[in-house]
């Protein structure tokens, strides 16, 4: 079965400037998870999608990071506009049963100038 | 709320030595606990899990067993090799807590000297 797949790999964008990451689940996984890594600190957990609907979006930093997951296939996560603490590895994970473990995609690595 | 703490890294062994990581956790009700693997330019990857106190995880020679009454998930290899060099996170679910996110600890480091 393919994977968790995220696009792009890489982002490098200027402040103010708006960037969206896709993320494609596994097919059948009802759960979307997106995480991100900042810094090379631990993975903070940012919201979890169940089908189309937003489960649990208490990770989210604040209102300029905006998650969607439309017919609760893939997902994207926009952010906009685009600050220098934005910067880090923003992974997107799938799963069928919450508490067995993810499948997570390589990530996609946000920078920010 | 609940968090996990693991060593700080980097780890520096050489070839066909023995490996601990330590991770310790706190939870408010009865977690799953979990490695992940990063190996590099890749994304995470389930190393092994453990759901239930005493559990014993295990996968590709890594070990770890679930410890209740010490809190703690410790990683394990009895022989590392050089393809072991990744990041390692240990990681908590908790439903119980009121969600099913997963929460990570901050990654180690690990190096394998040929």
């Known amino acids: 079965e393919a994977g968790v797949t995220q696009f792009p790999s890489h982002s490098v964008i200027e402040k103010g400037q708006t960037v969206t990451l896709r993320c494609d689940p596994i097919?059948?996984?009802?759960?979307l998870y997106w995480y991100r890594r900042v810094m090379g600190k631990e993975i903070k957990f940012l919201l979890h999608?169940?089908?189309?609907?937003?489960?649990?979006e208490s990770g989210m930093p604040n209102n300029r990071f905006l998650a969607e997951r439309t017919g609760g296939t893939y997902s994207t996560l926009k952010v906009q506009p685009a600050e220098l603490e934005d910067s880090g590895v923003y992974f997107c994970?799938?799963?069928?049963?919450?508490?067995?473990?993810?499948?997570f995609g390589s990530g996609t690595r946000l920078t920010v100038v | 709320g609940d968090s996990v703490t693991q060593m700080e890294g980097p780890v520096t062994l050489s070839e066909e030595a023995f490996l601990t990581i330590n991770c310790t956790y706190t939870?408010?009700?009865?977690?799953?606990l979990f490695w992940y693997v990063q190996y590099p330019g890749e994304g995470l990857q389930l190393l092994l899990k453990?759901?239930?106190?005493?559990d014993k995880g295990s996968n590709k020679g890594f070990e770890a067993t679930y410890r209740k009454e010490t809190t703690s998930f410790h990683l394990e290899k009895g022989s590392v090799q050089v393809s072991d060099s990744a990041v390692y996170f240990c990681?908590?679910?908790?439903?119980?807590?009121?969600?099913?996110?997963?929460?990570f600890g901050a990654g180690t480091r690990l190096f394998v000297k040929a």
């Open positions: 994970a799938s799963s069928q049963v919450e508490t067995k473990g993810y499948t």
């Open positions: 097919s059948g996984h009802d759960n």
């Open positions: 999608f169940v089908k189309e609907s937003k489960q649990d």
């Open positions: 939870a408010t009700g009865y977690p799953s």
């Open positions: 453990a759901t239930k106190a005493d």
């Open positions: 990681a908590l679910s908790d439903p119980g807590a009121g969600g099913f996110k997963t929460i």
